[in-house]
């Protein structure tokens, strides 16, 4: 299918022409309270969902574990616990509402930039 500009790519075509519409960037900062951050929201934003997010970790704590959890179709799935050494991520192939972070009670903030490409 060739590229239309009133419906953008769709998740197969942005796949295999390794192509996007449009990327933002956006900060996420977990404090140490054992509380989600939510995170860029795609669903309501002009750039539509994430075809493909990337997480790289900006700053942290080498032994601590982050929680992720990925809401699609407006609903948040099961939690994905990353530990220091996983960064950076790529998570590709679905359509992204929105992501939510956290860390473990009692350690060290951490800070991570999220890359998505719509």
Same mark, same amino acid.
């Given at each position: ?41 795609? #669903? ?7 075809? #493909? ?25 099961? #939690? ?29 903030? #951490? ?8």
């Amino acid at each position: 299918m060739a590229y239309d500009a009133r419906h953008g790519f769709t998740v197969q075509e942005a796949t295999n022409l390794k192509v996007y519409n449009n990327y933002s960037a956006e900060k996420i900062t977990c404090t140490s309270d054992d509380t989600y951050v939510e995170g860029t929201d795609w #669903e309501g934003g002009s750039d539509g969902y994430a075809k #493909e997010i990337m997480i790289l970790n900006y700053t942290g704590d080498a032994a601590g574990v982050t929680t992720l959890s990925l809401k699609i179709a407006g609903t948040y799935g099961d #939690e994905i616990e990353l530990e220091f050494q996983d960064y950076p991520i790529t998570i590709s192939g679905l359509l992204i509402d929105r992501i939510k972070m956290k860390t473990a009670s009692g350690s060290t903030d #951490e800070v991570f930039t999220v890359i998505s490409f719509h």
